[in-house]
């Protein structure tokens, strides 16, 4: 009798809302099609280094498909090209050597920048990987969208809404910095929900004197209130990020943070109204997820069981222009997806008369009622 077909799967990087809906569906699709055996790795790559595993039955994940987090644990320091527990060594091999050890077939890895660059290299050691892409930042190459990216702008857009009537009753200037690191999608589709005045993304370093230029023109305007929507990657020309600490043992060492009050510095010598700084962080990773996010992790769990039964590897499953396909990681690998300038949703905003923080933003109108 043949050994059964065996699949690991695991949660890298941090935690999202939708994760457990696609452990759900790669689980239950492989189960019911492929009668195979499903490895959960507990925190990521950890899992996969220490080989701490459990055996996934249809019972472990049923009634998971609405909690957000994730059922396996994930950690955003497991490399096993730069261990942290072992000194930032290279344990690559031992890492093979695990995955060989548990007769592994194939590996899917849910996660984001940081897990497909491991994944395109634990791919060229030998292993059978298939990823599924995850982050709030919807910033991986080749996916339109990222699962976890609506919940995030769901959170973000009540949030700046609640702001929004606070900043009316006590005519202030309301900063509200959202997550994002480098691409500022959540900054942008929050800050165009909401009616934010202002939207400042890293993708277009802000002029401190035009920013304060809008302030005061609306509180000279009798708009005695203004929403400034920020990412945390958001940088004024000339200028750096503004980095809150740094942790050497991740992916991204850099922990960004702080921009929405050092801005909030800056304007506060210039106008009458008082400034406020809400910092949204962690509480846009979690929550249940939406229903978009909910359908879209379970249609990418789905296609990345079918991908593996069909022993179709080395590719990140994606969504494009409405329909699901897959592209090589080594497109996705090391890559950012960014806002573009010329963004539908920078000229829907222009239109609106909101403010990107810069003087000279030559936007091109073509295709502005297609949302990105």
Known sequence: MSNPFRVGVLTGGGDCPGLNAVIRAVTKSLLSQCNAEVVGIREGFRGLIEGD????????????????????????KANPFDYYASGGADVSARTLKTYERLNLDALVAIGGDGTMSIAHRLQKLGMNIVGVPKTIDNDLMGTDRTFGFDTAVHVATEAMDRIH????????VMIVETMGRYAGWIALHAGVASGADIILIPELPYNVDEVIRVCQEREEGGRQFTIISI???????????????????????????????????????????????????????????TAYDRTLSTAFGAHAAELVAEGTFGV?????????????????????????????????GVAMDTSFGVTDLDVCMQDASIMP
């Open 316 to 348: 990140m499953v994606a969504r494009q222009e409405g329909r699901f396909t897959q592209i090589p990681l080594e497109e996705v690998a090391d890559e950012t997806r960014t806002v573009p300038r010329n963004a539908p949703l920078i000229a829907a």
């Open 231 to 289: 990412a945390e990657g958001a940088k004024p020309e000339g200028g750096s990020f503004t980095v809150s600490q740094r942790v050497e043992e991740s992916h991204d060492p850099l922990r960004l943070g702080g921009v929405g009050k050092a801005l909030a510095e800056q304007i506060k010598p210039h106008i009458e109204s008082e400034v406020r700084t809400t910092i949204l962080g962690h509480m846009q990773r979690g929550g249940t997820p």
């Open 165 to 172: 009537t606070t900043a009316q009753s006590h005519h202030r």
């Open 53 to 76: 595993t459990e055996l996934l039955e249809s019972p472990d994940v049923s009634g998971i498909l609405t909690r957000g987090g994730t059922i396996l644990g994930a950690s955003n």
